[in-house]
C-alpha cells in the first residue's frame, strides 16, 4: 500500500539484505537464535527486569567531514512513536551510540553508500552491536529522500503538532531523510501502514539529557545486576514500583538518559514531595493505577494497519475496542485520586484526565459496543465478548449469525450433559483457543473403568485429569467457528468505522498515556520514598550530600550501612580514594554516581541532606575483567575505556576512576595513572580516583583542586583489622596494611616475616630520598588562598547573617591562620634545604607555572588575611585570582 509521493516498489526488491557481510552482525544474530555463554559480565545494554522488549525499527544517517552529523529516526511500532535526532557528535560517535543504547532498536538500517567501503560510524556500529542487542541492515541509498520524508510527516503527523514538529525539524536534513528510510522499510518489509495523521512524532534535541556511556551503564548496574541479570539489585530494580507497562518504560528511559533542565527537576520534586506527603493521595494514585492496561500498545494497535487483512487482525481490533472501553472508563478514578493538587505537573495531570477530554471517545464507543462488555481474560469468555461486542440492529444478518453461535455453544453443553448421564461419568465441556471445546473427566472418576473406545477420540492424560473429544463435539466446534467467523466478518465493518473515528481523537489519549506513564513513574519514586528515609535534593553550583548512602547497598546488606559526606566544588574537584582493600572505596565512589542518576531523574536520593549540580555526562571505569568478545586483556580493556573517557570529558562531566593502572607492571601503571591523573585535573570535570597507588596521591596533592580521602580501618591489633568504612580527610596512614590483612588470613609465618623485612627495607630508602620543594610548599600556600575564596564566594551567596556570619568568618580566620603558619614553618625549613629555593618536585608530573606563584604575593595576601578582622575578610577575596 503505497502513498502518493512514495516510490513505487514491490516486496521483491527490497534493497535490504538480512544477510550482512560483517562477521560481528552474524554473531550479533547468532545470539538471537541461540543463548550465548555468559561471559565475565553481561554485555547487553537494555535488558531490563520489569521492561518487555519492545519492536523498534532505526535507520541512521551520516555527514561527512570533521565535525560528523548523524541523523536519527526510531518508530515503536508497540508504543506508536517517532522520535527524530540530529547529532553533531565527536569523532568516536560516543552521543549516537548512546542514543542507540538508550532506545534499543532491534532493526537498524544504514545507507549502503555507508557499508561499501565502511565509514567509521558504519564499524562502530558494527563493534557495538552484540552490546545494543541489534541487527544491522543495509538499505538502499533512494530511499533516504528529504523529501519524502517531508511528505511522510505531513500526512502521518498530528494535526495539532503539525506546525510545532515542522519547526522542530527544519533544517535537519538527515533526520528527516531517516525518516522517510524507516517509514518504507516498515511498509515494504513488514508490511504495516499508518492511517493518516495518526503517529506520534516527535524531535528530540542532543542536548538536554545526561550523557552515559555502555560502559558505565555496565559499570554501575543501572539496569542489570553485574552477576545475575535476572536480580532486582540494580538501580532499575530498586526503584521499578511502577503498576503499568508504560510507567516502566519511561522510567527505564528517564534513568538511561538523565534530565540536565533544573527547571524541569524542581517541578518532578516539587510533584513528589505532594504526594508523599499526602497519604490520601498517594494511595488513591496507586490504587487507580492498578487496573490500567498498557494504553500505548492499544492505541498503536488501532494506528497500525497491516496491508493484508486477516481474521486475525479482525479479531484484535475487537480486542483493542474493548480494552481501550475498559481504560477510558477507568481515567475518571485517576482524575479524582489527584483532587486537591497543588503541585504544577500533578494538576496538569489531573487537567489532562478530566472526564470532558475522553467522553467524546466513551460516546463514540458506546454507539457501536454494549454497554455491558468488558475485556475478558479466560479464551470462551473473550471469545464471547468478541461475538457479541458490537450492538445489536446495526446488520440484521449479524444477529442471525450471532443466534446460530448462541445455538452451537448450548448444543454442546447439553451433548456433554446427555454423555455424562449415558456414561455415569463426571464430564464437563471446556474451550481453548487451539481445540476449542473439549471433555474434562477427573482421573478418579474412571478409577476400575475404561473409556469406550468407539466414543471418545484424542484421549490425554494428566495428573489429575483425563481430556478428550467425540467425532459430534469436533462437528460442532467447526460449525461454532464457522458462525463466530461469520460474526467477526460482519462486525468488521462498524468496528472499522469506529476506529477510524476514535483516530480523530487518537492525540488526546496517547498525550493521557503519557501523563499516567510519568504519574507512575513519581508514584513509584513515591513508594520508596515512604519506605526508606530519602530526601529532596536541591540543585545548586556545589555537590554537597551529608550522609550519603549507597541506594542498592543499603538495601541488599544485612547489618547497618555507614553513610559518608560527599562535598565537591572546582576546588575540590578531583578527589584521591586511598584505603584497605575492602574498606569501601568502590562503594563509595559508585554511591556518588548513583545519587546523581537519581536526582537527574527527578527521584529523592538516600541522605540527610543533598545538593547536587547538573551533570552532564557521566564516566565510569571501574571493572576489571577481561574482554572475551573483544581479545583483550585487563589492562588494554581499562586503557580503551580511559582513552574513551580523555576524548569526551569536559568541566560539566563527572567521572568516577576505580584501581586504574592495576593491571600492569607497578611502575608503569603508577606513571599511567599519574598521566591519566593530571588531564582529568586539567578538564575541570569532577573526579573520583580511587587508588592503591599511595604515591599518586602525595605527587597530586599540591595540585589546585586536588584533595585526598582515605577510608579508615582500625588495625590497632595486630592479629585482626576492623573496617570502618569511614571516610576520613588525608591519604591512608595505615602502612602495610596488605601485610596485616595476609596476617588475619591463614599464611605461612616464615612468608609475612620475609614480606615484612622487604616492605621495611623499601620504606627506608623512599624516606631518604624525600626531600622539602619550594615550589609544593609555594603551591600549598596557593591552593589554601583559593580555597579561602571559595568558601567566602559561598558564604557571600548563601543565607547566612548578623551573629552567626560572624562567627562563621572568626572561625573561617582562625583556621586559615593557623594553616598559613604552618606552611611558613614549613617554607623555613625549605629554605635550609635549597640554595635557590626554586627547585620544582622531580615528580610533579606538570607545568612548574601551576605550582607556583610570586611568594612577596603569597606573603602580602596571607599576612592581609592573617590580620583582617571577620568583617573585612571579604575584602582579601578581591585581591586573590582565581586560576
Partial sequence: MSRPGSPSVTGSDLPYTCETTTSTTSRARTSHAHKRPKTARPRTAVSTIGVEPQHIICAVSESRGIAPTVGLAFVNLDTGEAVLSQICDSQTYVHTIHKLAMFSPSQILIVDSSADPKSKLFSIIEDNLIDLNSNLMILSRRYWAEILGLELIQQLAFVQELESIKIAISGNYFAICCFAAVIKYIELSLTKTFPMHSLRIRYEVSEGSMMIDLSTIHALELNQNLRNPRSKDCLFGLLSNTLTPMGARLLRSNILQPLTDAQTLNTRYDALEELTSKEDMFFGVRGALKSVPDVDKILTALIVIPTQASLQYTEQAINNVISLKQFVKGINSIFEALVGARSSMLCEIQRLCAPENVEPVLQLIDSTINDDITYASKPIDLRNQRTYAVRSGLNGLLDVARQTYKEGNEDIYEYVETLAREYNMDLQAMYDNKRMFYIRLPAADLEGRNLPPDVFKNVFRNKSNIEMQTLQLMKWNQRISDSHTEVLLMSDNAVQNLTSEIRQHISVLFKISE??????????????????????????????????RHPIKERIQTGKYVPNDVYATQQNRFQIITGCNMSGKSTYIRCIALMCVMAQIGSFVPARFASITIIKQLFARVSIDDSVEANVSTFA??????????????????????????????????????????????????????????????????????????????????????????????????????????????????????????????????????????????????????????????????????????SWLDRLQREFVVRMMAIDEEVRRAACDSETGEEASSMGGGDNSMLTMDTAEDEQMADAASRSDSGSLVQVMESIEYM
Fill in 515 to 548: 501523563a499516567i506513564a510519568m504519574l507512575d513513574m513519581l508514584g513509584a519514586f513515591a513508594h520508596i520514598v515512604t519506605l526508606e528515609e530519602y530526601v529532596r535534593p536541591r540543585i545548586t553550583n556545589t555537590l554537597g550530600i551529608q550522609a550519603a
Fill in 637 to 806: 580493556s581499562e586503557m580503551r575505556e580511559t582513552a574513551f573517557i580523555l576524548n569526551n570529558v569536559d568541566k560539566d562531566s563527572l567521572v568516577i576512576i576505580d584501581e586504574l593502572g592495576r593491571g600492569t607492571g607497578t611502575r608503569d601503571g603508577l606513571a599511567i595513572a599519574l598521566a591519566i591523573a593530571e588531564a582529568l585535573v586539567g578538564s575541570r570535570a569532577l573526579v573520583w580516583f580511587a587508588t592503591h597507588f599511595r604515591e599518586l596521591a602525595h605527587i597530586m596533592s599540591e595540585r589546585n583542586g586536588v584533595v585526598n580521602k582515605h577510608l579508615a580501618v582500625d588495625m590497632r591489633d595486630v592479629n585482626s583489622m576492623t573496617m570502618l568504612y569511614k571516610l576520613t580527610d588525608g591519604i591512608v596512614i595505615e602502612e602495610h596494611y596488605g601485610l596485616q590483612l595476609a596476617r588475619v588470613l591463614p599464611f605461612p609465618a616464615d612468608v609475612l616475616e620475609y614480606a615484612t623485612l622487604v616492605a621495611n627495607k623499601l620504606r627506608e630508602r623512599l624516606e631518604r630520598q624525600k626531600a622539602s620543594s619550594m615550589a609544593i610548599v609555594h603551591a600549598r600556600r596557593r591552593k589554601l588562598i583559593l580555597s579561602l575564596k571559595e568558601e567566602l564566594l559561598q558564604a557571600q551567596q548563601g543565607i547566612m547573617e548578623g551573629e552567626v556570619l560572624s
